[in-house]
């Protein structure tokens, strides 16, 4: 048997005490009985026994009461010893030197092993919180690939799963950390995963592997493997390996929960998505047959009874086809900006844009339905440029002044749009003299399909406000409501401005004041 | 007779149209696919396209661009909500103009007769004097009145709104305009055009949010209001 390194200094530790207490007892001897002597070897004995392994000890407790037989015990120089005068010094001695040794041997062990439980009692612990505080697997990962080469190993090694079970082992199926593996020990850890069982040295299971294969488990299945490289020449600790397979087992709980997480999360998404179409659908077979139903009204009118209708009555079935086809349009390219907002799909086409002109596009686009000119449009003088979506931005604009228009009554007076700057925030007002929102429904008119109640008179497809809020948002900015001091509602959007980059002014276009 | 290449696949839609166009007094060659179209506009003299995006065998902008390697009949894109890039690349490509589905009659008719006053049949000069509602541009005495007063204009502010005179009626992309008046270094830079259109507006238009003569197309560019009077 080959004796490592360890024991061979231990034991020449040994015998380097024994000469140095029989060196002692040999300078006193001439002054001290041989009992005194004798304490010298307890005493010896007690203190080797704080450093050295049990067997040690024990082996030191023997060899130091044959020496000190064959040295101090008359006759010196035998081991011949008189029974009736020394065989119970010399039976005490061993005795008392054994105990001690094994004593101290076995509290030594005992505080040792405390220290390593709460150790790794300590360690599982951190691997606890770091997992729970990760978002990723591959986080978690990483975390207990730490964990385990935190411990006396040759080199670790984790296989994760990335999704489910391939029907091979195919080593593109799951990611790999830590050391480099052999062929044999890749197909040991895909053998563990898939028996969700632990193998290897001292586990009953291929022991004669010189390392072990756990499985991380979670409650159904292993999310994967580890694997736990030995010193072929040391004992397997089971110890150890009960603490491996804690941590590892960890991380199984944690790639559960978190598979768990997401699996609700996308459902979550999914029920939401669900509602949105079907509140579409309900839009579109609601309120856009509305609209369809006065066009086709008009037209079949205009198709059988035109002989029979006044020149004036004509004009105003006419009229009617077209703003309701305008309406209708408007409601598609609502409909179309909320489910690509919503969706997250659409990518903003941001650039430095003029209030001014913005405000000018949607006036040209909504004095169609303003023939009274109700709109009075109050911009502060020379406004910074705003850096947003042009056709969005008109889009949310067009929708809260055709809101204002359609729910202040024609007579109640104007609508004003109100632009203007305070500090680094825009500030856009739209603001009409209608009968104003109820407290109650304030917080649910920027939902989809909330119209304003009792207002039947009203058509719209309740997706406006919906849609100004996305664009709002999709901005970085916000839409809100206040009502005003004399009546009706105020719709504030406020967007925090950013500095527009610089310009050079050509020299020539410098204004010379006369 | 004016004649005007309608290529829809909408049947309905086709129907409608060539009506409305032959009310006006048009000649009207009709095409439902890309082939078919192919095919007579290299057979038939033909003066203006009205072309649809969508067709059953290709997108129509494959004709426009073939069209545009040999001659520049005027080719206006008539579409279901096409997206701003789309306008831009489609503007780039040679289109004159194009108009957003659903459209009236009258906003058809008015840029067809834009369309072709910019390139008839008959190669004409550019545009050098526009007259429009108390506006009045004469670019070759580099003159500008506004309601009969003489209007200052930087150097810069005139040779934005010649480049937009020159084009009267029809919109001119956010690139062209920077790349004309500013030189093609300066493409990307719209925050200059923003600044210099306000300025002009304010100059020459009497409400400035609700300009009209300076009108701007989201998105895309600006476009000077079609003319009433307008000579060469």
Same mark, same amino acid.
């Given at each position: 048997m080959r004796i490592s390194l360890h024991r061979f200094l231990t034991l020449l530790g040994t015998l380097a005490c024994l000469a140095l207490a029989q060196g002692i007892a040999q300078a006193l001897d001439p002054r001290v009985d041989l009992a005194n002597l004798a304490m010298i070897f307890v005493l010896a004995s007690t203190l080797v026994a704080f450093w050295l392994p049990a067997w040690a000890s024990a082996l030191f407790a023997l060899t130091s009461v044959a020496l000190f037989n064959w040295s101090f015990v008359p006759p010196r120089g035998s081991f011949q010893v008189d029974l009736s005068q020394h065989a119970l010094l010399l039976g005490t001695l061993l005795t008392v030197c054994l105990t001690v040794s094994l004593l101290m041997a076995r509290l030594r062990r005992e505080a040792s092993l405390a220290a390593r439980r709460a150790r790794e009692a300590e360690q599982i612990q951190q691997l606890g919180d770091v997992l729970r505080a990760a978002q990723h697997p591959q986080a978690m990962t990483e975390s207990l690939d730490q964990a385990l080469g935190a411990l006396p190993s040759q080199g670790t090694a984790l296989m994760l799963l990335n999704n489910e079970l391939p029907i091979t082992d195919d080593p593109l199926a799951a990611q790999w950390q830590g050391v480099v593996l052999s062929p044999a020990e890749q197909i040991g850890l895909w053998l563990c995963l898939r028996d969700n069982r632990a193998f290897g040295a001292g586990t009953g299971l291929h022991s004669e592997l010189p390392a072990w294969y756990l499985p991380i488990r979670g409650p159904q299945a292993a999310w994967g493997a580890a694997l736990f490289r030995l010193d072929p020449l040391k004992n397997p600790d089971p110890d150890l390996q009960r603490h491996a397979q804690m941590l590892c087992d960890l991380l199984g709980q944690a790639l559960h929960r978190h598979h768990l997480e997401r699996r609700t999360a996308e459902a979550r998404a999914e029920a939401e998505a669900q509602k949105l179409r079907s509140a579409l659908l309900a839009a579109i077979s609601h309120d856009f047959r509305t609209p369809l139903a006065s066009i086709l009204g008009a037209a079949s009118s205009l198709a059988s009874q035109s002989e029979r209708l006044s020149d004036n009555q004509r004009r105003t079935w006419l009229d009617q086809i077209q703003d309701e086809t305008r309406a209708l349009t408007a409601m598609a390219d609502n409909t179309l900006q909320l489910v690509r907002l919503e969706a997250g799909q659409l990518a903003l086409r941001l650039d430095w844009e003029s209030l001014e002109e913005l405000v000018g596009a949607v006036l040209a686009r909504v004095r169609q339905r303003d023939p009274q000119r109700r709109i009075r449009a109050r911009l502060e003088p020379s406004l910074p440029l705003i850096r947003v979506d042009a056709p969005l931005f008109i889009q949310l604009l067009e929708n809260l002044l055709d809101n204002a228009l359609k729910y202040s009554p024609a007579d109640a007076g104007p609508v004003d749009l109100v632009v203007r700057v305070a500090e680094d925030t825009l500030l856009l007002a739209v603001k009409d003299r209608g009968p104003g929102i109820p407290v109650a429904d304030r917080a649910r008119?920027? *939902?989809?399909?909330?119209r304003g109640q009792g207002r039947s008179a009203c058509r719209g497809s309740g997706l406006g406000l919906a849609v100004c809020r996305a664009i709002a948002q999709a901005h970085g900015g916000s839409l809100s409501v206040r009502m005003r001091g004399h009546g009706g509602s105020s719709f504030e959007l406020r967007l925090s401005l950013q500095q527009a980059p610089d310009m050079l002014t050509p020299a020539e276009d410098v204004e010379v004041s006369p | 007779m004016m004649c005007v290449l309608l290529v829809e696949d909408d049947r309905d839609l086709r129907a409608l149209l060539r009506t409305t166009l032959e009310v006006e007094g048009l000649a009207v060659h009709t095409a439902a696919s890309l082939v078919e179209a192919q095919a007579l506009i290299r057979h038939t003299p033909v003066d203006l396209v009205l072309l649809d995006l969508g067709l059953p065998d290709g997108d129509g902008q494959t004709l426009l661009d073939e069209l545009r390697q040999r001659r520049n009949t005027p080719v206006l894109i008539i579409s279901a909500q096409p997206s701003d890039a789309r306008k831009i690349a489609l503007l780039d490509a040679g289109a004159d103009d194009y108009l957003s589905k659903p459209f009236s009659v009258a906003e058809l008719l008015a840029r067809m007769r834009v369309a072709l006053r910019h390139r008839g049949t008959t190669l004409r000069p550019a545009i050098t004097r526009y007259t429009h509602e108390g506006l009045d541009i004469d670019l070759s005495l580099r003159e500008v009145m506004v309601r009969g007063q003489k209007v200052h204009l930087t150097p810069t502010e005139y040779k934005l709104l010649a480049r937009l005179v020159r084009n009267a009626g029809q919109v001119v992309t956010h690139r062209a305009l920077l790349a004309d008046?500013?030189?093609? *270094?300066?493409?990307?830079?719209?925050h200059y055009l923003r600044l210099y259109m306000g300025q002009l507006r304010a100059k020459l238009e009497r409400e400035p949010a609700e300009?009209?003569?300076?009108l701007t197309e989201p998105g895309v560019g600006y476009r000077l209001a079609d003319p009433i009077h307008m000579r060469s």
């Open positions: 008119i920027f *939902d989809m399909f909330q | 008046v500013w030189g093609p *270094d300066c493409i990307e830079h719209t300009p009209r003569f300076l």
